[in-house]
Protein backbone atom coordinates (compact mmCIF):
# COMPACT_ATOMS: atom_id res chain seq x y z
CA UNK A 1 0.00 0.00 0.00
CA UNK A 2 2.65 2.66 1.00
CA UNK A 3 5.36 1.30 -0.71
CA UNK A 4 4.44 3.51 -4.09
CA UNK A 5 4.01 6.54 -2.21
CA UNK A 6 7.18 6.34 -0.39
CA UNK A 7 9.42 5.00 -3.28
CA UNK A 8 10.17 1.56 -1.87
CA UNK A 9 10.74 -1.84 -3.25
CA UNK A 10 9.22 -3.43 -0.24
CA UNK A 11 7.81 -3.03 3.35
CA UNK A 12 11.19 -2.04 5.20
CA UNK A 13 9.94 -3.13 8.44
CA UNK A 14 8.57 -6.84 8.14
CA UNK A 15 9.22 -8.30 11.22
CA UNK A 16 10.38 -11.58 9.70
CA UNK A 17 13.91 -12.39 10.43
CA UNK A 18 15.68 -11.24 7.51
CA UNK A 19 19.25 -10.98 7.29
CA UNK A 20 19.30 -8.61 4.60
CA UNK A 21 18.01 -6.25 6.92
CA UNK A 22 20.34 -6.95 9.82
CA UNK A 23 21.72 -3.59 10.89
CA UNK A 24 24.86 -4.49 12.41
CA UNK A 25 25.13 -2.28 15.33
CA UNK A 26 28.26 -2.68 17.59
CA UNK A 27 26.41 -5.03 19.91
CA UNK A 28 24.99 -6.94 17.11
CA UNK A 29 28.52 -6.75 15.45
CA UNK A 30 29.79 -8.18 18.94
CA UNK A 31 26.95 -10.77 18.99
CA UNK A 32 28.01 -12.21 15.87
CA UNK A 33 31.55 -12.26 16.50
CA UNK A 34 30.84 -14.23 19.71
CA UNK A 35 28.93 -16.97 17.50
CA UNK A 36 31.83 -17.24 14.46
CA UNK A 37 33.94 -17.75 17.31
CA UNK A 38 32.22 -20.74 18.77
CA UNK A 39 32.29 -22.13 15.45
CA UNK A 40 36.18 -22.37 14.90
CA UNK A 41 36.70 -23.16 18.69
CA UNK A 42 37.25 -26.08 19.99
CA UNK A 43 34.56 -27.64 22.57
CA UNK A 44 32.55 -26.34 25.13
CA UNK A 45 29.29 -24.02 25.07
CA UNK A 46 28.90 -20.62 23.78
CA UNK A 47 25.86 -18.48 25.08
CA UNK A 48 24.25 -15.64 23.69
CA UNK A 49 21.44 -14.10 25.38
CA UNK A 50 19.04 -10.83 24.91
CA UNK A 51 15.29 -9.54 25.40
CA UNK A 52 12.40 -11.10 23.58
CA UNK A 53 12.82 -8.76 20.07
CA UNK A 54 16.89 -7.53 20.37
CA UNK A 55 16.93 -9.97 16.96
CA UNK A 56 19.20 -12.98 18.31
CA UNK A 57 16.91 -14.58 15.35
CA UNK A 58 18.36 -12.01 12.84
CA UNK A 59 21.76 -12.76 13.99
CA UNK A 60 21.27 -16.13 13.59
CA UNK A 61 20.12 -16.44 10.17
CA UNK A 62 23.51 -14.19 9.34
CA UNK A 63 25.63 -16.58 11.04
CA UNK A 64 24.05 -19.52 9.06
CA UNK A 65 24.45 -17.32 5.57
CA UNK A 66 27.85 -16.72 6.88
CA UNK A 67 28.83 -20.48 7.85
CA UNK A 68 32.59 -21.27 7.09
CA UNK A 69 32.97 -24.51 4.59
CA UNK A 70 34.77 -26.68 7.36
CA UNK A 71 31.60 -26.03 9.46
CA UNK A 72 28.60 -28.43 9.75
CA UNK A 73 25.68 -26.70 12.09
CA UNK A 74 21.98 -28.62 13.43
CA UNK A 75 20.15 -26.14 14.18
CA UNK A 76 17.26 -26.85 16.92
CA UNK A 77 14.73 -24.19 17.15
CA UNK A 78 12.00 -25.82 19.32
CA UNK A 79 13.76 -26.86 22.33
CA UNK A 80 11.07 -27.69 24.55
CA UNK A 81 11.82 -32.02 23.89
CA UNK A 82 13.03 -34.74 26.11
CA UNK A 83 16.42 -36.10 25.56
CA UNK A 84 15.87 -38.74 22.94
CA UNK A 85 13.84 -36.74 21.17
CA UNK A 86 16.45 -33.94 21.36
CA UNK A 87 19.06 -36.12 20.15
CA UNK A 88 16.75 -37.39 17.41
CA UNK A 89 16.68 -33.31 16.47
CA UNK A 90 20.38 -33.01 15.82
CA UNK A 91 20.84 -36.35 14.17
CA UNK A 92 17.70 -35.11 11.52
CA UNK A 93 19.93 -31.83 11.60
CA UNK A 94 22.80 -33.70 11.04
CA UNK A 95 21.23 -36.78 8.34
CA UNK A 96 22.00 -39.42 10.39
CA UNK A 97 20.53 -42.22 10.31
CA UNK A 98 20.86 -44.51 14.02
CA UNK A 99 20.05 -47.62 13.70
CA UNK A 100 17.27 -48.00 16.25
CA UNK A 101 14.65 -45.37 16.74
CA UNK A 102 12.74 -43.72 20.31
CA UNK A 103 12.46 -47.61 20.95
CA UNK A 104 15.95 -47.84 21.78
CA UNK A 105 16.45 -45.06 23.62
CA UNK A 106 18.79 -42.51 23.54
CA UNK A 107 21.95 -44.64 23.37
CA UNK A 108 21.97 -45.80 19.50
CA UNK A 109 21.28 -42.05 18.91
CA UNK A 110 24.55 -41.24 20.93
CA UNK A 111 26.17 -44.06 19.49
CA UNK A 112 25.16 -42.84 15.82
CA UNK A 113 26.10 -39.61 17.12
CA UNK A 114 29.31 -39.93 18.28
CA UNK A 115 30.45 -41.85 15.12
CA UNK A 116 29.50 -39.29 12.66
CA UNK A 117 31.45 -36.77 14.84
CA UNK A 118 34.40 -38.72 14.61
CA UNK A 119 34.06 -38.88 10.55
CA UNK A 120 33.82 -35.53 10.25
CA UNK A 121 36.37 -34.72 12.34
CA UNK A 122 38.33 -37.01 10.52
CA UNK A 123 37.76 -34.91 7.72
CA UNK A 124 39.00 -31.37 9.04
CA UNK A 125 35.03 -30.81 9.90
CA UNK A 126 33.71 -28.79 12.52
CA UNK A 127 30.26 -30.38 14.08
CA UNK A 128 28.43 -27.07 15.62
CA UNK A 129 24.69 -27.34 17.45
CA UNK A 130 22.86 -24.23 17.68
CA UNK A 131 19.83 -24.02 19.86
CA UNK A 132 17.44 -21.25 19.73
CA UNK A 133 15.54 -20.02 22.57
CA UNK A 134 17.67 -22.27 24.88
CA UNK A 135 15.36 -20.92 28.32
CA UNK A 136 12.96 -23.72 26.99
CA UNK A 137 15.08 -26.67 27.72
CA UNK A 138 13.53 -29.14 30.57
CA UNK A 139 16.10 -29.72 32.92
CA UNK A 140 17.17 -33.68 32.08
CA UNK A 141 17.21 -32.09 28.57
CA UNK A 142 20.06 -29.59 29.52
CA UNK A 143 21.94 -32.57 31.70
CA UNK A 144 21.51 -34.20 28.23
CA UNK A 145 23.25 -31.22 26.57
CA UNK A 146 25.76 -31.42 29.17
CA UNK A 147 27.08 -34.98 28.35
CA UNK A 148 27.27 -34.61 24.67
CA UNK A 149 30.43 -32.36 25.15
CA UNK A 150 32.09 -35.39 26.82
CA UNK A 151 32.05 -36.79 22.78
CA UNK A 152 35.73 -36.21 22.05
CA UNK A 153 38.93 -37.93 21.07
CA UNK A 154 42.32 -37.72 23.10
CA UNK A 155 42.97 -34.48 22.27
CA UNK A 156 39.84 -32.52 20.17
CA UNK A 157 36.45 -31.79 21.50
CA UNK A 158 34.15 -33.52 18.61
CA UNK A 159 31.10 -31.05 19.48
CA UNK A 160 30.20 -27.38 19.70
CA UNK A 161 27.32 -26.03 21.34
CA UNK A 162 25.72 -22.78 21.21
CA UNK A 163 22.68 -21.58 23.67
CA UNK A 164 20.73 -19.00 22.35
CA UNK A 165 17.65 -17.81 24.39
CA UNK A 166 15.94 -15.24 26.73
CA UNK A 167 17.84 -13.52 29.70
CA UNK A 168 15.48 -16.25 32.03
CA UNK A 169 18.33 -18.72 30.36
CA UNK A 170 21.20 -16.83 32.63
CA UNK A 171 19.03 -17.50 35.53
CA UNK A 172 18.76 -21.26 34.90
CA UNK A 173 22.07 -22.22 34.10
CA UNK A 174 23.01 -20.26 37.45
CA UNK A 175 21.43 -23.16 39.45
CA UNK A 176 23.49 -25.13 41.63
CA UNK A 177 22.62 -28.37 40.14
CA UNK A 178 23.64 -27.25 36.86
CA UNK A 179 26.76 -25.53 37.77
CA UNK A 180 29.08 -28.74 35.79
CA UNK A 181 27.08 -27.63 32.63
CA UNK A 182 27.95 -23.80 33.53
CA UNK A 183 31.26 -24.35 34.43
CA UNK A 184 31.69 -25.12 30.80
CA UNK A 185 30.24 -22.28 28.94
CA UNK A 186 33.43 -20.74 27.30
CA UNK A 187 31.92 -17.48 26.04
CA UNK A 188 28.87 -15.34 27.37
CA UNK A 189 27.56 -12.41 25.73
CA UNK A 190 24.37 -10.15 26.31
CA UNK A 191 21.99 -8.74 23.65
CA UNK A 192 20.83 -5.25 24.82
CA UNK A 193 18.21 -3.26 23.14
CA UNK A 194 19.36 -0.52 20.86
CA UNK A 195 20.49 3.28 21.96
CA UNK A 196 18.97 6.65 20.62
CA UNK A 197 21.41 6.69 17.76
CA UNK A 198 21.45 3.15 17.02
CA UNK A 199 17.47 3.30 17.05
CA UNK A 200 17.59 6.62 14.40
CA UNK A 201 20.72 4.17 12.48
CA UNK A 202 17.98 1.31 12.72
CA UNK A 203 15.52 2.70 11.14
CA UNK A 204 17.57 4.72 8.34
CA UNK A 205 18.87 1.04 7.51
CA UNK A 206 15.80 -0.53 6.91
CA UNK A 207 14.58 2.22 4.49
CA UNK A 208 17.79 2.49 2.74
CA UNK A 209 17.67 -1.40 2.09
CA UNK A 210 14.01 -1.13 1.02
CA UNK A 211 15.00 1.28 -1.69
CA UNK A 212 14.16 4.58 -0.24
CA UNK A 213 16.74 7.94 -0.15
CA UNK A 214 14.72 10.27 1.58
CA UNK A 215 14.43 11.21 5.03
CA UNK A 216 10.57 10.31 5.59
CA UNK A 217 11.21 9.93 9.94
CA UNK A 218 11.98 13.20 11.34
CA UNK A 219 14.68 13.68 13.89
CA UNK A 220 11.76 14.08 16.67
CA UNK A 221 10.12 10.83 14.84
CA UNK A 222 13.20 9.25 15.47
CA UNK A 223 13.50 9.90 19.24
CA UNK A 224 9.92 9.46 19.73
CA UNK A 225 10.24 5.81 18.52
CA UNK A 226 13.33 5.27 20.78
CA UNK A 227 11.57 6.23 23.78
CA UNK A 228 8.11 4.66 23.47
CA UNK A 229 10.08 1.28 22.47
CA UNK A 230 13.60 1.50 24.44
CA UNK A 231 15.60 0.36 21.18
CA UNK A 232 13.79 -2.82 21.07
CA UNK A 233 14.09 -3.75 17.23
CA UNK A 234 11.16 -5.86 16.94
CA UNK A 235 8.65 -2.81 18.75
CA UNK A 236 10.71 -0.30 16.62
CA UNK A 237 9.63 -2.30 12.90
CA UNK A 238 6.16 -2.35 14.20
CA UNK A 239 5.38 0.99 15.37
CA UNK A 240 7.44 2.58 11.90
CA UNK A 241 5.34 0.15 9.96
CA UNK A 242 2.12 1.86 11.02
CA UNK A 243 3.52 5.44 11.17
CA UNK A 244 4.33 4.69 7.22
CA UNK A 245 0.72 3.42 7.07
CA UNK A 246 -0.86 6.72 8.57
CA UNK A 247 1.51 8.94 7.00
CA UNK A 248 0.45 7.52 3.54
CA UNK A 249 -3.18 7.41 4.80
CA UNK A 250 -2.73 11.19 5.57
CA UNK A 251 -0.74 12.09 2.14
CA UNK A 252 1.83 13.42 4.30
CA UNK A 253 5.58 12.77 3.06
CA UNK A 254 7.49 13.39 6.21
CA UNK A 255 6.65 11.56 10.04
CA UNK A 256 6.88 13.40 12.65
CA UNK A 257 7.02 12.67 16.75
CA UNK A 258 3.34 13.02 16.82
CA UNK A 259 2.42 10.59 14.22
CA UNK A 260 4.50 8.20 15.70
CA UNK A 261 2.78 8.72 19.15
CA UNK A 262 -0.35 7.93 17.12
CA UNK A 263 0.53 5.06 15.43
CA UNK A 264 2.28 3.42 18.85
CA UNK A 265 -1.98 4.14 20.01
CA UNK A 266 -3.27 2.37 17.24
CA UNK A 267 -0.89 -0.87 17.59
CA UNK A 268 -2.54 -1.10 21.08
CA UNK A 269 -5.81 -2.02 18.55
CA UNK A 270 -4.30 -5.51 17.99
CA UNK A 271 -5.35 -6.34 21.52
CA UNK A 272 -8.93 -6.24 20.87
CA UNK A 273 -8.18 -9.99 18.88
CA UNK A 274 -7.57 -11.93 22.00
CA UNK A 275 -10.29 -13.21 24.69
CA UNK A 276 -9.99 -12.06 28.08
CA UNK A 277 -11.65 -13.96 31.17
CA UNK A 278 -14.97 -12.23 32.00
CA UNK A 279 -13.47 -10.67 35.56
CA UNK A 280 -10.94 -8.66 33.57
CA UNK A 281 -13.36 -7.47 30.83
CA UNK A 282 -14.42 -4.03 32.20
CA UNK A 283 -10.39 -3.37 32.02
CA UNK A 284 -10.28 -3.72 27.77
CA UNK A 285 -10.17 0.11 27.39
CA UNK A 286 -7.08 0.39 29.33
CA UNK A 287 -5.45 -2.39 27.85
CA UNK A 288 -5.85 -1.21 24.45
CA UNK A 289 -4.93 2.24 25.56
CA UNK A 290 -1.31 0.79 27.17
CA UNK A 291 -0.73 -2.13 25.09
CA UNK A 292 1.74 -1.12 22.46
CA UNK A 293 3.30 1.98 24.36
CA UNK A 294 4.32 0.37 27.79
CA UNK A 295 7.11 -1.79 26.44
CA UNK A 296 10.34 -2.04 28.31
CA UNK A 297 13.68 -2.03 26.32
CA UNK A 298 15.98 -1.93 29.62
CA UNK A 299 16.99 -4.64 32.67
CA UNK A 300 15.57 -3.16 36.22
CA UNK A 301 18.13 -1.72 37.79
CA UNK A 302 17.81 -0.87 41.68
CA UNK A 303 21.54 1.24 41.20
CA UNK A 304 20.71 3.79 38.02
CA UNK A 305 19.86 6.91 39.68
CA UNK A 306 16.45 7.60 39.92
CA UNK A 307 14.15 10.57 41.39
CA UNK A 308 14.25 10.95 44.86
CA UNK A 309 10.56 10.83 44.80
CA UNK A 310 7.92 8.10 44.97
CA UNK A 311 4.45 7.53 43.83
CA UNK A 312 2.79 5.50 45.82
CA UNK A 313 -0.82 3.91 44.40
CA UNK A 314 -3.22 3.19 47.24
CA UNK A 315 -5.43 0.18 47.01
CA UNK A 316 -8.03 1.54 49.37
CA UNK A 317 -11.86 1.85 48.74
CA UNK A 318 -12.74 5.16 47.21
CA UNK A 319 -14.17 7.63 49.57
CA UNK A 320 -17.54 8.09 49.53
CA UNK A 321 -17.15 11.63 49.24
CA UNK A 322 -17.30 13.84 46.05
CA UNK A 323 -14.39 12.27 44.15
CA UNK A 324 -12.22 14.40 41.81
CA UNK A 325 -11.39 13.62 38.60
CA UNK A 326 -7.94 11.71 37.58
CA UNK A 327 -4.99 13.49 36.71
CA UNK A 328 -2.20 13.28 34.39
CA UNK A 329 0.69 11.67 35.78
CA UNK A 330 2.77 14.59 34.52
CA UNK A 331 1.08 17.00 37.11
CA UNK A 332 2.54 14.99 40.28
CA UNK A 333 5.93 14.74 39.02
CA UNK A 334 5.61 18.67 40.00
CA UNK A 335 4.55 17.57 43.37
CA UNK A 336 6.84 15.20 44.29
CA UNK A 337 8.63 15.35 47.63
CA UNK A 338 12.69 16.02 47.76
CA UNK A 339 12.83 13.33 50.00
CA UNK A 340 11.92 9.35 49.87
CA UNK A 341 13.17 6.76 47.39
CA UNK A 342 13.66 3.22 46.37
CA UNK A 343 13.39 1.91 50.18
CA UNK A 344 9.95 4.24 49.75
CA UNK A 345 8.99 2.35 47.35
CA UNK A 346 9.20 -0.87 48.51
CA UNK A 347 7.99 0.05 51.73
CA UNK A 348 4.89 1.22 50.37
CA UNK A 349 4.59 -2.36 48.11
CA UNK A 350 5.50 -4.32 51.22
CA UNK A 351 2.32 -2.53 53.08
CA UNK A 352 -0.20 -4.10 50.30
CA UNK A 353 0.92 -7.27 51.69
CA UNK A 354 0.60 -6.33 55.54
CA UNK A 355 4.44 -6.53 55.72
CA UNK A 356 6.88 -3.90 57.47
CA UNK A 357 9.91 -3.05 55.38
CA UNK A 358 13.04 -2.69 58.17
CA UNK A 359 15.19 -0.38 57.16
CA UNK A 360 17.98 -1.65 58.86
CA UNK A 361 17.11 -5.49 58.10
CA UNK A 362 19.00 -6.17 55.03
CA UNK A 363 17.70 -5.34 51.27
CA UNK A 364 14.05 -5.40 50.58
CA UNK A 365 14.10 -8.55 48.29
CA UNK A 366 15.87 -10.70 51.07
CA UNK A 367 13.53 -9.26 53.97
CA UNK A 368 10.62 -10.29 51.62
CA UNK A 369 12.19 -13.97 51.10
CA UNK A 370 12.25 -13.83 54.87
CA UNK A 371 8.52 -13.31 54.51
CA UNK A 372 7.60 -16.11 52.40
CA UNK A 373 7.22 -13.95 49.17
CA UNK A 374 9.57 -13.39 45.97
CA UNK A 375 10.45 -10.61 43.94
CA UNK A 376 10.12 -11.11 40.48
CA UNK A 377 11.90 -8.20 38.25
CA UNK A 378 10.24 -8.13 34.51
CA UNK A 379 9.22 -5.90 31.51
CA UNK A 380 6.76 -6.42 29.02
CA UNK A 381 3.33 -5.02 28.00
CA UNK A 382 1.07 -3.73 30.19
CA UNK A 383 -1.28 -6.54 29.39
CA UNK A 384 1.31 -9.01 30.66
CA UNK A 385 1.38 -6.92 34.33
CA UNK A 386 -2.79 -7.33 34.20
CA UNK A 387 -2.28 -10.74 33.49
CA UNK A 388 -0.36 -11.36 36.42
CA UNK A 389 -2.69 -9.23 38.18
CA UNK A 390 -0.52 -8.61 41.59
CA UNK A 391 0.62 -5.05 42.55
CA UNK A 392 3.73 -4.35 41.33
CA UNK A 393 6.79 -0.87 41.15
CA UNK A 394 6.42 0.55 38.57
CA UNK A 395 9.28 2.55 36.48
CA UNK A 396 8.55 6.05 35.00
CA UNK A 397 10.30 8.62 32.93
CA UNK A 398 9.19 12.01 32.71
CA UNK A 399 9.61 14.27 29.49
CA UNK A 400 12.93 15.47 31.44
CA UNK A 401 14.54 11.76 31.46
CA UNK A 402 14.32 11.48 34.98
CA UNK A 403 13.04 8.01 36.72
CA UNK A 404 10.65 7.93 39.43
CA UNK A 405 9.00 4.69 40.99
CA UNK A 406 5.31 4.02 41.30
CA UNK A 407 3.59 1.50 43.31
CA UNK A 408 0.83 -0.18 40.98
CA UNK A 409 -1.32 -1.89 43.50
CA UNK A 410 -5.22 -1.32 42.00
CA UNK A 411 -6.56 -0.54 38.99
CA UNK A 412 -10.12 -0.01 38.18
CA UNK A 413 -11.55 1.36 34.46
CA UNK A 414 -8.96 3.59 33.13
CA UNK A 415 -8.13 5.39 36.33
CA UNK A 416 -5.65 4.21 39.31
CA UNK A 417 -5.70 5.43 43.15
CA UNK A 418 -2.50 6.91 44.04
CA UNK A 419 -0.92 8.50 47.42
CA UNK A 420 1.38 10.58 47.19
CA UNK A 421 3.07 12.66 50.27
CA UNK A 422 0.33 10.32 52.10
CA UNK A 423 -2.76 11.71 50.01
CA UNK A 424 -4.76 9.58 48.16
CA UNK A 425 -4.46 11.09 44.40
CA UNK A 426 -5.96 9.41 41.12
CA UNK A 427 -4.45 9.20 37.71
CA UNK A 428 -5.51 8.24 34.40
CA UNK A 429 -4.14 4.77 33.15
CA UNK A 430 -3.30 5.96 30.25
CA UNK A 431 -0.65 8.62 31.52
CA UNK A 432 1.01 5.42 33.13
CA UNK A 433 1.24 4.06 30.02
CA UNK A 434 2.89 7.41 28.63
CA UNK A 435 5.64 7.63 30.98
CA UNK A 436 5.59 3.88 32.12
CA UNK A 437 9.22 2.25 30.47
CA UNK A 438 7.68 -0.99 31.06
CA UNK A 439 9.56 -2.00 33.71
CA UNK A 440 7.96 -3.52 37.02
CA UNK A 441 9.18 -5.60 39.78
CA UNK A 442 6.14 -7.89 41.59
CA UNK A 443 6.12 -9.69 44.98
CA UNK A 444 4.50 -13.34 44.96
CA UNK A 445 4.45 -16.03 47.30
CA UNK A 446 4.36 -18.72 45.65
CA UNK A 447 2.24 -22.07 46.22
CA UNK A 448 4.35 -24.30 44.93
CA UNK A 449 8.37 -25.04 45.24
CA UNK A 450 10.13 -25.58 42.15
CA UNK A 451 13.47 -24.01 40.47
CA UNK A 452 12.94 -24.36 37.07
CA UNK A 453 9.80 -23.67 34.35
CA UNK A 454 7.45 -26.73 34.57
CA UNK A 455 7.62 -28.73 30.56
CA UNK A 456 6.00 -31.53 28.71
CA UNK A 457 7.46 -34.64 30.66
CA UNK A 458 7.72 -32.99 33.97
CA UNK A 459 6.06 -34.72 37.04
CA UNK A 460 5.42 -34.26 40.98
CA UNK A 461 2.97 -32.40 43.25
CA UNK A 462 3.95 -28.56 41.24
CA UNK A 463 2.65 -30.56 38.08
CA UNK A 464 -0.88 -31.04 39.74
CA UNK A 465 -1.08 -27.62 41.24
CA UNK A 466 -1.14 -26.48 38.24
CA UNK A 467 -3.66 -29.14 36.69
CA UNK A 468 -5.87 -28.04 39.56
CA UNK A 469 -5.15 -24.41 39.15
CA UNK A 470 -6.17 -23.71 34.93
CA UNK A 471 -9.45 -26.47 36.19
CA UNK A 472 -9.74 -23.71 38.44
CA UNK A 473 -9.47 -21.23 35.40
CA UNK A 474 -11.51 -22.78 33.07
CA UNK A 475 -14.54 -21.94 35.17
CA UNK A 476 -14.08 -19.02 35.86
CA UNK A 477 -13.77 -16.47 39.25
CA UNK A 478 -17.44 -17.61 40.22
CA UNK A 479 -16.30 -21.11 40.94
CA UNK A 480 -16.62 -21.95 45.30
CA UNK A 481 -14.81 -25.01 45.53
CA UNK A 482 -11.57 -24.96 43.40
CA UNK A 483 -10.86 -28.79 44.20
CA UNK A 484 -14.44 -30.16 42.82
CA UNK A 485 -13.07 -30.97 39.76
CA UNK A 486 -10.74 -33.67 39.20
CA UNK A 487 -8.91 -34.43 36.04
CA UNK A 488 -9.85 -37.42 34.44
CA UNK A 489 -9.31 -41.29 35.56
CA UNK A 490 -7.42 -41.64 32.60
CA UNK A 491 -4.92 -38.62 33.41
CA UNK A 492 -2.08 -38.69 35.58
CA UNK A 493 -2.62 -35.48 37.63
CA UNK A 494 1.19 -34.90 38.32
CA UNK A 495 2.12 -35.66 34.78
CA UNK A 496 2.56 -32.82 32.53
CA UNK A 497 1.48 -34.37 29.10
CA UNK A 498 0.45 -32.89 25.63
CA UNK A 499 -2.84 -31.75 26.50
CA UNK A 500 -1.91 -30.02 29.76
CA UNK A 501 0.42 -28.09 27.48
CA UNK A 502 -2.57 -27.49 25.07
CA UNK A 503 -4.04 -26.05 28.46
CA UNK A 504 -1.35 -23.63 29.81
CA UNK A 505 -0.61 -22.27 26.10
CA UNK A 506 -4.55 -21.52 25.92
CA UNK A 507 -4.66 -20.16 29.68
CA UNK A 508 -1.33 -17.48 28.15
CA UNK A 509 -2.61 -16.38 25.07
CA UNK A 510 -5.79 -15.44 27.67
CA UNK A 511 -3.68 -13.42 29.61
CA UNK A 512 -1.07 -12.05 27.08
CA UNK A 513 2.07 -14.18 28.40
CA UNK A 514 4.50 -16.00 25.96
CA UNK A 515 2.37 -18.41 24.44
CA UNK A 516 4.69 -21.46 24.70
CA UNK A 517 3.27 -23.69 26.50
CA UNK A 518 6.18 -23.88 29.47
CA UNK A 519 4.51 -23.11 32.63
CA UNK A 520 7.89 -20.52 33.82
CA UNK A 521 7.86 -17.90 36.53
CA UNK A 522 4.67 -15.59 34.67
CA UNK A 523 2.73 -18.38 34.45
CA UNK A 524 3.08 -19.46 38.05
CA UNK A 525 2.31 -15.67 39.36
CA UNK A 526 -1.09 -15.49 37.05
CA UNK A 527 -1.78 -18.79 37.98
CA UNK A 528 -1.43 -18.02 41.82
CA UNK A 529 -3.34 -14.81 41.44
CA UNK A 530 -6.26 -16.46 39.80
CA UNK A 531 -6.71 -18.81 42.47
CA UNK A 532 -5.25 -16.03 45.69
CA UNK A 533 -5.56 -18.89 48.14
CA UNK A 534 -3.14 -16.30 50.13
CA UNK A 535 -5.87 -13.88 49.90
CA UNK A 536 -3.20 -11.50 48.76
CA UNK A 537 -3.76 -8.17 46.91
CA UNK A 538 -4.80 -8.24 43.35
CA UNK A 539 -4.13 -5.32 41.21
CA UNK A 540 -8.10 -5.83 39.09
CA UNK A 541 -10.72 -6.91 41.42
CA UNK A 542 -13.69 -8.45 39.26
CA UNK A 543 -16.11 -7.83 41.57
CA UNK A 544 -16.14 -4.42 40.89
CA UNK A 545 -18.14 -3.11 37.49
Same mark, same amino acid.
Request: neutral net charge; proline residues 5%; aromatic residues 6%.
Given at each position: ????????????????????????????????????????????????????????????????????????????????????????????????????????????????????????????? #??? &????? /???????? +??? $??? !? %????????????????????????????????????????????????????????? #??? &????? /???????? +??? $??? !? %?????????????????????????????????????????????????????????????????????????????????????????????????????????????????????????????????????????????????????????????????????????????????????????????????????????????????????????????????????????????????????????????????????????????????????????????????????????????????????????????
Amino acid at each position: MYTRFFGLNEKPFAITPDPRYLYMSERHAEALAHLMYGLNEAGGFIQLTGEVGTGKTTVIRTLLEQLPQHADVALIVNPALTPVEFLQAICHELHIAPQAGIAGGSKPLIDALNAHLLERHARGR #RVV &VIVDE /AQNLPADT +LEQ $VRM !L %TNLETATHKLLQIILIGQPELRELLAHSNLRQLAQRITGRYHLGALSRDDTAAYVWH #RMK &VAGSN /AEVFSTSA +LRE $VHR !L %TRGVPRLINIICDRALLAAYTLEQPEIDAALVRAAANEVGGHWRSYRWWPWMKWTVAAVLAMAAISVAGMVWHQSKPVSQAVIAVHSASPSPSKKAAPVDVSTLFKQLPADGGTDGAFAALFDLWHIKLASAAGAPCDQASAAGLQCVYQKGLWSQLAGLNRPAILQLNDDNGTVHQAVLARVHGESADVMVAGERREVTVASLARYWNGEYLVLWRPAIATQHPLTLGARGEEVTWVRKALQAAQQGPSLTNKDSTAPPASRSPDYFDADLVKQVVEFQRLHHLDADGVAGMQTLIALDALLNDDHGPLLFNHSES
